[in-house]
């Protein structure tokens, strides 16, 4: 109450001073005083008793005086600051003076965030350059992203520009990993997001989550920053993968979500507030297996631009230098290599070059020895153990992809499932093993 009571006092001190009988007296010229103390200060101070110019109290989001953006003012260029309250707040503490401060940990000059905080859990950071590394980006591919990445940011007369991409394709073709090479390239950490984060218990959490992370976009490009929000598999948590699929309040308010902000990207709102300011315009990539999953008015051509992405030869060949760069495979034995497996997916042969590294993990365990495998990985003194480098010939990599096909065709031929089903046994199920030899071995 004391406390009060000295700051109601040194307030009212100051107004008396402000309307004592110096002619000459100027109060302090400050942008601080806020609009309401402007409004009490011009009543009380009679206008006879200021000269032109020399006393001037405004809002400080009215009126910039450049004059007083010195090198000396402590304050420089806090009027053109477009970064956090709760970080000024932090980096102002201490320098105004005790009788408007709050105690420390208390009132407004608490920031209740610490600088991590403001780290969003979905900005992405790519730290390598994909033409030092060596990796291969399409070419149609990275025509497509860049021109749409482009147009958005464009002011093109009277031409509405669709706010979402769409990359869609076959599993395995390389549809993410691409992309964030050509982000890198054009050097934009994006605001990420997974399916798996469209669906959870609560309803309406995901739509709001969506918001968010499109505001978190907009306030970087409002900084100077090139941002754009980027979605993994969103048929997989946005979609209907058949009858059984359960269509929820959450699939429905992402759907009117997403449509919302590609009719309107430049008004999107909250839950619970609304500012009539409008935030900048933020693009979206997103990718999936099967488009035709998704709700058909989100993925119309005036809010989502398609592209179906089939990598050719050409590509496949490209992709395929770059998994194998460091292996010293030549450039005929990958051709080669590709052309015998024409229907295989671009990961079929980044899993094929893990797999050239059994024998050298196998030889490993024989020599520790399986009971001290769990002591050499975890919390060893000696480290993790290290390879020489395998040489990849052309017979190796030939003879594991024909044991990865064979594998897949193990999965498409045998059914177990429906045999299960039908018998509530095994029933044959070791007749493969019988017919190959290798039952009785």
């Known amino acids: 109450m004391a406390a009060s009571l000295s700051t109601v006092g040194a307030v009212n001190r100051t107004l008396l001073n402000l309307n004592g009988s110096g002619g000459g007296a100027s109060g302090p010229s400050s942008a601080f005083f806020g609009t309401s103390l402007k409004k009490v200060i011009s ?12 006393f001037k109290i405004v809002a400080a989001d009215k009126e910039i005086e450049e004059t007083q953006q010195t090198e000396g003012d402590r304050w420089r260029g806090l009027a053109y600051d477009v970064s956090d309250d709760q970080q000024d707040i932090t980096r102002g503490k201490g320098l ?17 965030m610490s600088s991590h ?48 991409l ?7 073709q390389g549809k993410s990993f ?7 390239k054009m050097g934009i950490n994006p605001i990420m997001m997974s399916a798996g984060e469209l669906k959870v218990e609560n309803a309406g959490e995901p739509a709001k989550l969506i918001r968010q992370r499109y505001r978190e976009a907009s306030d970087l490009i409002k900084k100077g920053k090139m941002c754009f929000l980027f979605i993994n598999d969103l048929d997989a948590g946005a979609g209907r993968l058949g009858g059984t699929t359960q269509y929820t309040v959450n699939n429905q308010m992402v759907n009117a979500t997403f449509m919302n902000i590609a009719d309107n990207p430049t008004n999107v709102q909250l839950p619970g507030m609304y500012n009539k300011e409008d935030n900048a315009r933020v693009p979206i990539i997103v990718t999936g297996n099967d488009f035709s999953t998704l709700y058909a008015p989100l993925i ?13 030869r ?25 052309d015998k497996h024409p229907g ?24 520790v020895g399986v009971d001290s495998v769990g002591k050499k990985l975890v919390n060893s003194k000696e480290g993790p153990p290290t390879f020489d480098q395998p040489k990849m010939t052309l017979d190796k990599l030939l003879l594991y992809a024909s044991m990865l096909v064979q594998e897949q065709e193990n999965v498409k031929r045998v059914q177990l499932a429906d045999q299960y089903l039908n018998e509530a046994a095994l029933g044959n199920a070791n007749e493969d093993a019988i017919k190959s030899g290798s039952f009785f071995k």
Not at 178 to 184: D, G, I, K, Q, S
Not at 300 to 312: C, L, N, Q, S
């Open 178 to 184: 691409p992309c964030e090479l050509v982000f890198a």
């Open 300 to 312: 119309r051509d005036g809010r989502m631009e398609k592209f179906y992405w089939a990598p050719t």
């Open 117 to 164: 905080e403001y780290l969003s859990a979905g900005l992405r950071q790519y730290d390598f350059d994909n033409m030092k590394d060596g990796f291969y980006i399409a070419p149609a591919f990275l025509d497509k992203l860049v021109v749409h990445i482009a147009k958005n940011f464009m002011t093109l007369p009277n031409i509405k520009v669709p706010l979402i």
């Open 96 to 112: 105004v003076d005790s009788l408007f401060q709050a105690p420390m940990d208390a009132g407004t000059h608490y920031a209740v």
């Open 344 to 367: 295989q997916s671009i990961d079929f042969f980044g899993a094929l070059r893990a797999r050239v590294y059994d024998d050298e993990v196998r030889k490993w365990i024989s020599g």
């Open 314 to 338: 050409e590509d496949r060949i490209g992709v395929c230098k770059g998994i194998f760069r460091t292996d010293g495979v030549p450039e005929k034995d990958i051709v080669e290599l590709v």
């Open 166 to 172: 769409g990359v869609w394709g076959g599993k395995g």
């Open 43 to 54: 009543s009380r101070v009679p206008n006879s008793k200021l000269t032109s110019g020399s």
